[in-house]
């Protein structure tokens, strides 16, 4: 096997993988550092994982329609254990991937984590929409589960409507009306 091939491949951990590396990041790293390193980690891993699903789509997933794209994504990550992810554009310039089940966002026993959201999906999602689009794509995570909300959301567009996003949320506005101001 050579080393491209190595690289693309892909194999099966445990959900726990993701409470050992937030442990582990909150025994040597503030939140800030952990939330960032486990993002690039994502992204980097995103890259790779847009591979993998344009070799199931067939090879390009640019000639798909919006409908099957979205289902296809949905199913890459159903069958490998990350959870069903569901497509809506509440905005023109916002994407918006919900999911109910999403691995990474079990609830944390330890009290010493620190790091309470989905960042490695932030940058897992970011990493796979950008290469897919060929552009860059932002993700922000506006909801999650480990912190008591009903499910994942992440938030995906420009670099730009995805700060506008997080400024306003990070102000106190509703997501509602922080899209709204979009």
Known sequence: MGNNEMMTGEILL?????????S???????????????????????????????QEFGGDSSAMGQDTFWSSISAFFSRRGWGTLSHSTPHRAIGVLRATDWAEAKPQSDTNVRVTNCCFSEGYLSGILSKLSGRSVAVLEISCQTRGDDACEFAFGSESAIQKLDKAILNGAEISNALEAL
């Open 14 to 22: 445990p959900v726990s993988v993701f409470k050992s590396m937030y």
């Open 24 to 54: 582990e990041l909150a025994v040597g790293l503030n939140t800030t550092e952990g939330v960032r390193m486990l993002s690039r980690v994502g992204y980097q891993s995103g890259l790779t994982a847009a591979s993998l699903m344009n």
